[in-house]
């Protein structure tokens, strides 16, 4: 074998790229027919009332956050165990940023901790405004539990299900039905489960939050009539109401996402079979996978072993480079946001958030996408067999 194995990558077929061809030689290279199609398909998938394509889940994590008028003064929470964006939209807006720890064996959210850090905030008058809450790997958090505890201590919700496209709460609801959350984002980074190349969705079931982001995504510019100050006026009349930006998803983009929209149960079926097949082979008592609940799908954007018995961050790097050394191009999701310089100046520091950091130091994700071959798979479980037995890891 003398390819590298990505921890995971896009599927690009012909059709997909004729879709790409067709905007080319169209009249419309943005704010054409195809953004439309992406976000009728993609809502009615989900069964969410409203959908929006943004340029990314970065861009989609800002405007939801300014959609629930997160502002300084207030504060957001997230988890130390994500990547940067779930957080850094938060000090976008201007607010204090939180951190609420992961579960050690779901590695999402941990409920219990999340009910402790409520309790004590509620004394201090300082209940987040925004939870962002994100479905690891693309396995659910306990999205009814944080409901609850929502509606108990008034908080909005924001999924990053960037990870989840095609994941399921249960048999009957899809991540992006907004049952359980205001907003709802996904990204379609080509690392992702389905890509356009750089780009976001956003689904809400409020119409109020719908059209705040519609008008922030392009510049905070209205021409819808019904939201107009001035009532008579001619068809090159606009009104910019508020502070925007410019996050469109060309229609370049739109037309690869809507394309790849229609394979996202296949590509997530076969993520799934891979994931089963590395659980039903590398069955060790001192390696962890992560805990999918009871009844939920996982998308299985990422798929991660934790060895249980690496003691330090020189096993860890000697196990990294052995793997990498047989292109099997393992990963670390994520690095503590709290311990990222920019937010150790805010105040954060070690052993604050210790489940992170213990994850981070004995997690990888190892390679998942829909054309994976056998032959590759048996590959790289051989090598995590001979790696464990090397590091004395079993
Ligand atoms: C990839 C990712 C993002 C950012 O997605 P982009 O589309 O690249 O902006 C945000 N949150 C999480 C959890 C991610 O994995």
């Known amino acids: 074998m003398n390819n590298f194995l990505p921890y995971s990558r896009q599927l690009i077929n012909k059709d997909d790229i004729n879709e790409v061809i067709k905007v080319l030689k169209s009249d419309y290279l943005t704010q054409g027919p195809n953004l439309e199609k992406l976000e009728l398909n993609f809502k009615k998938k989900v069964k969410s009332k409203y959908c929006l394509a943004v340029s990314s889940a970065t861009a989609g994590l800002h405007l939801s956050c300014l959609s629930l008028d997160l502002k300084k003064g207030d504060f957001l929470w997230t988890v130390p165990n994500s990547f940067v964006a779930s957080a850094n939209c938060g000090l976008y807006c201007g607010a204090k940023v939180s951190f609420v720890d992961i579960n050690e064996f779901t590695f999402n959210i941990d409920i219990n901790l999340l009910k402790k850090k409520l309790v004590r905030a509620k004394k201090q008058n300082k209940i987040p405004k925004v939870l962002v809450v994100v479905h690891m790997a693309g396995s659910p958090a306990d999205m009814f539990q944080i409901k609850k505890l929502s509606k108990k201590y008034n908080f909005r919700i924001i999924e990053d299900a960037s990870h989840a496209i095609g994941a399921r709460y249960n048999k009957s609801s899809l991540v992006g039905s907004c049952k359980y959350s205001d907003v709802t984002v996904f990204s379609l980074h080509p690392v992702k489960i389905i890509t356009s190349g750089e780009g976001g969705i956003i689904t809400t079931n409020s119409i109020e939050i719908f059209n705040k982001i519609k008008s922030l995504r392009s510049h905070g510019i209205l021409r819808d009539k019904n939201h107009l ?166």
């Open 229 to 394: 100050i001035k009532k008579n006026y001619g068809y090159w009349y606009y009104e910019q109401k508020y502070l925007g930006y410019n996050y469109r998803l060309s229609d370049i983009h739109a037309a690869l996402g809507s394309s790849q929209l229609k394979k996202v149960s296949y590509f997530v079926k076969k993520r799934n079979e891979i994931a089963n097949y590395y659980k039903k082979n590398i069955k060790e008592k001192n390696i962890l996978f992560q805990k999918v609940l009871k009844g939920s799908y996982s998308s299985y954007h990422l798929f991660i072993i934790q060895f249980k018995k690496i003691r330090n961050e020189s096993i860890y790097n000697k196990l990294f480079n052995d793997f990498r050394k047989k292109k099997i191009m393992v990963n670390l999701h994520y690095l503590p946001i709290h311990l990222q310089p920019i937010y150790r100046k805010l105040g954060f520091k070690k052993n604050q958030f210790k489940i992170s950091e213990n994850y981070a130091q004995k997690s990888l994700s190892i390679p998942i996408y829909p054309q994976l071959k056998k032959k590759e798979l048996d590959f790289i479980i051989k090598t995590i067999k001979l790696l464990a037995k090397k590091y004395d890891l079993f």
